[in-house]
C-alpha cells in the first residue's frame, strides 16, 4: 500500500505543479483590488504543501502492519471483469459518434450482458436481449419522446 | 407562511407530483436495497432525467427516490447480512441474526417503523430549525460564507479514518483545483484550459459527481458477479411484520436518542447517515442493561437504533443543505446539484425568494416517508427480489442510463466524456484508498469559497481581520479549527497505551 501511497502523492504533486505553472499566465489590472492570481495560489500552494506532507509522512510512517502489498493492491484494481466492463463501456462511448446512439447502446447492453455472466447458456442470451430491447425501449421514451433530445 | 404552505400543498398533492413521488420511493427503494448500490447512485441516476421537469414535480420525485433509496438499505442488510447502503450498515448487525432466527418479518417491521418515525421525526426538526437558520444566515456577509465553507471543509478530517487525513485533505484539493478550470468570472479570464476550448466553460458538476460516483461503484460491483450470497427464506407473515410497530413505539426511548443523532450527524457537512447508523447502534448498546445480548438478534432496539439514525440524517443533512447551500452528505450533494440544475441556488435567499420551492421540499419529504411505508406493506415480495438481481443484468443499464443522463443534460458528448474521465479519476482514488466525497466537496463548495473571499477582501480593502473580528466568522472559524484539532488529540489518547488495570 505504501509504493501506491507514494505513486499517488506523485501523481498529485505533478498534476498540481503543472496547474500551478498555468498561473502566471493570469493578468491583473491597475485597478483590481483582488488579485486574480489569489485564490489559485492558495489553492494550489496549499495543496502542493498537503502532498509534500502526504509524502513525508509516507515514508516516515512506512509500510503499516497487514496492509495489501502493491501487487495485492493493482490485482484487485485489474480484475478481469472490472478490466473488461471498462474497456467495453469506452469503446462504447467511442462507437456512440461513429455508429449511432441507439445501435451503440443495443450491442453495448448485450454483449456486457453475455460477456460479464459467468455462465453462459440460452436462458442467459434471451434474457440479455430482453433486457437489451426493455432498455432501448425506455432511452427512446426518455431521450426522444420526453426530453426531445437530438441523439449523436 | 400559510400561503405559501398551501402553495406547496397544492403541487405537492396533485395527483401527478404524488404519483411521481410513489415511483420515485418505488425506484429508490430497489436501487437502495441491491446491495452495492447506494442512495446517491439512486439520485445520481434521477438528476439529469429532471432537467425537462418543472422544478415543482422535479423535486418531489427526487426527495422519494432519495428517502426510498435509503429505506431500503435495510432489506439487504436483514436478508444478506449485507447492507445495500452504508447507511444501513448497523442493521446487519442484530438485523440479520434475528431473520435467521425465523423472524424475519419482525426484522423487517422494526427497520421499516424505525425508518419511518425517525424519518418524520428529522423532517419535523427540519421544518423547525432550517427556517430560523435561514433567517440567521440572511445577516451573514461573505465573511462569515467564507469561513463556513472552511468549516465545512475542517469536518474532512472528522470524515476520514486515521492516518488517511491528509490523503482526504489532498482529495479537496484535487476538487478545488478542477474547480478551478474556466472561466474567472471576477476578472473575466479563462485559466487552467491548457489551450483546449471545451474547458472554457470549466465542468459541469453533474457529469462529475455522477462518474465519481457511478464508474469506480460499478466496476468494483462486478466482483459480485457469479457470487451467490445466501438469502434467508422469508414467509411473508403481515401480522409479525406490523406488530412491530408497537414494539417500536414501546423503545421510545431509544427511537428519540438515535433520532437526535442521526439529526445532528446529518447536520455536520460531509458525514452523513454512513456514520449515524453505526454511532446509533453504539449509543443504543451502551445505554442497554444487557449489552450483552446486542449482536444476537434478540433485542428490537438493536434494529431500531440504526435505521431510526439513519433515516434522520436524511432531515439532518437537509438543514445545512437548503439554509446554507453546504451539504451534509454525499446524497444531499447531489441534491445540491439538482437545485443548481434548475437554477436555483440552496441559501437563506432560497427560503426568502423562492419559499414555495422549500415548503415542496419539506412536504414532498413527509409525503414519500408516508409512501415508502405504504409500499414496504404491500410490496416487501417484489423488494426482496430486487435483493438478489444477478449484477450482470443491472450494471450495464445502470452505465447507459448514467451516460444517457449526462449527454442529455446538454446534448453534447463532451459531458460523456467528463463522465468517464471523473470515473476514471474516482477509481484512481479508489485505489488509493482516498475518499471521493471531499473532491466533490471541492469542485461544488470551490466557486462559492472564491467569490466569497474575492467579495470579503474587496469590501474590506484586502484586509483578512474581519474574518477574526466579526463574531459569527470568528465562531465558525474557532468551531473549524476545534475539529480540525480535536481527532488529532483524540487520536493521541487512543494511541496512549492502556493504564494497568
Known amino acids: 500500500m505504501r509504493t501506491t501511497d507514494l505513486i499517488f502523492s506523485a501523481v498529485y504533486l505533478i498534476a498540481l505543479a503543472i496547474a500551478a505553472s498555468q498561473i502566471s499566465q493570469l493578468s491583473d489590472t491597475t485597478s483590481t483590488v483582488v488579485s486574480s492570481h489569489l485564490f489559485p495560489w492558495v489553492v494550489l500552494g496549499t495543496g502542493l504543501v498537503m502532498g509534500g506532507l502526504e509524502t513525508v509522512r509516507t515514508v516516515v510512517a512506512g509500510n503499516p502492519a497487514g496492509a495489501p502489498t502493491f501487487r495485492q493492491v493493482w490485482e484487485h484494481a485489474f480484475k478481469w471483469r472490472r478490466l473488461l466492463l471498462f474497456v467495453l463501456f469506452v469503446v462504447y462511448l467511442l462507437a456512440i459518434t461513429t455508429v449511432g446512439f441507439m445501435p451503440a447502446t443495443a450491442v453495448f447492453c448485450f454483449a456486457t450482458i453475455i460477456l460479464l455472466s459467468p455462465k453462459r447458456s440460452l436462458r442467459e442470451v434471451i434474457l440479455a436481449a430482453v433486457i437489451t430491447g426493455a432498455t432501448i425501449y425506455l432511452i427512446y421514451l426518455l431521450l426522444v419522446v420526453y426530453l426531445q433530445a437530438f441523439l449523436p | 407562511m400559510y400561503d405559501l404552505v398551501l402553495s406547496a400543498a397544492g403541487s405537492v398533492f396533485e395527483p401527478a407530483t404524488l404519483l411521481a413521488i410513489m415511483l420515485g420511493v418505488a425506484g429508490g427503494l430497489v436501487i437502495g436495497s441491491i446491495p452495492g448500490l447506494t442512495s446517491t447512485m439512486a439520485i445520481a441516476l434521477m438528476v439529469p432525467i429532471t432537467y425537462a421537469m418543472d422544478i415543482t414535480f422535479a423535486l418531489p420525485l427526487l426527495m422519494g427516490v432519495y428517502c426510498g433509496a435509503i429505506s431500503g438499505g435495510l432489506v439487504g442488510a436483514i436478508l444478506l447480512n449485507i447492507p445495500g447502503t452504508p447507511a444501513s450498515a448497523g442493521t446487519c448487525l442484530d438485523g440479520y441474526p434475528m431473520a435467521a432466527k425465523g423472524q424475519v418479518m419482525r426484522a423487517l417491521g422494526l427497520g421499516v417503523y424505525a425508518s419511518m418515525l425517525g424519518g418524520v421525526l428529522s423532517g419535523l426538526a427540519l421544518v423547525l430549525i432550517a427556517p430560523l437558520l435561514a433567517k440567521v444566515a440572511l445577516s451573514f456577509g461573505p465573511w462569515e460564507y467564507f469561513s463556513l465553507v472552511v468549516f465545512t471543509f475542517s469536518c474532512i478530517s472528522a470524515m476520514s479514518s486515521k492516518g488517511r487525513t491528509i490523503k482526504a485533505f489532498m482529495a479537496a484539493f484535487i476538487g478545488l483545483a478542477i474547480a478551478l478550470v474556466g472561466l474567472d468570472e471576477s476578472s473575466g479570464q479563462v485559466r487552467m484550459t491548457f489551450g483546449i476550448t471545451a474547458f472554457e466553460s470549466g465542468f459541469n458538476e453533474l ?254 480593502n484586502g484586509s483578512i481581520l474581519p474574518f477574526f473580528t466579526r463574531p459569527i466568522s470568528a465562531v465558525i472559524l474557532f468551531v473549524a479549527a476545534a475539529s480540525l484539532i480535536a481527532p488529532m488529540i483524540f487520536n493521541r489518547k487512543r494511541s496512549l497505551p492502556e493504564p494497568a488495570e
Open chain 2, 207 to 460: 457529469p462529475a459527481l455522477i462518474g465519481l460516483y457511478a464508474i469506480p461503484q460499478l466496476l468494483a460491483d462486478t466482483d459480485d458477479i457469479g457470487r451467490r450470497a445466501t438469502m434467508l427464506k422469508v414467509d411473508y407473515q403481515m401480522r409479525a411484520f406490523m406488530s412491530a410497530f408497537g414494539e417500536v413505539i414501546s423503545r421510545s426511548r431509544d427511537l428519540l436518542r438515535s433520532t437526535v443523532i442521526g439529526i445532528v450527524i446529518g447536520i455536520l457537512p460531509g458525514v452523513g447517515p454512513g456514520l449515524s447508523n453505526i454511532v446509533a447502534y453504539g449509543q443504543a448498546r451502551r445505554a442497554s442493561r444487557s449489552p450483552e445480548r446486542f449482536g444476537k438478534g434478540e433485542l428490537p432496539e438493536a434494529v431500531i437504533a440504526p435505521e431510526a439514525a439513519n433515516n434522520a440524517s436524511m432531515g439532518g443533512a437537509l438543514i445545512p443543505m437548503l439554509t446554507l447551500g453546504i451539504p451534509g452528505d454525499a446524497s444531499t450533494l447531489m441534491m445540491l446539484g439538482a437545485f443548481m440544475l434548475h437554477g436555483l441556488d440552496p441559501g437563506p435567499l432560497l427560503f426568502r425568494d423562492h419559499g414555495e420551492i422549500v415548503w415542496i421540499v419539506f412536504l414532498a419529504y413527509f409525503v414519500a416517508f408516508a409512501f415508502c411505508t405504504v409500499l414496504y406493506h404491500f410490496f416487501i415480495p417484489l423488494i426482496v427480489k430486487a435483493v438478489s438481481v444477478p449484477r450482470q443484468y443491472v450494471i450495464p443499464v445502470l452505465l447507459i442510463l448514467c451516460t444517457v443522463g449526462c449527454y442529455a443534460l446538454n446534448n453534447r458528448m463532451f459531458d460523456v466524456y467528463c463522465f468517464l474521465g471523473f470515473g476514471l479519476l474516482g477509481y484512481f482514488l479508489q485505489i488509493a484508498r482516498v475518499p471521493v466525497l471531499p473532491v466533490i466537496l471541492g469542485l461544488i463548495l470551490g466557486p462559492m469559497a472564491e467569490e466569497q473571499l474575492n467579495l470579503a477582501l474587496a469590501f474590506s
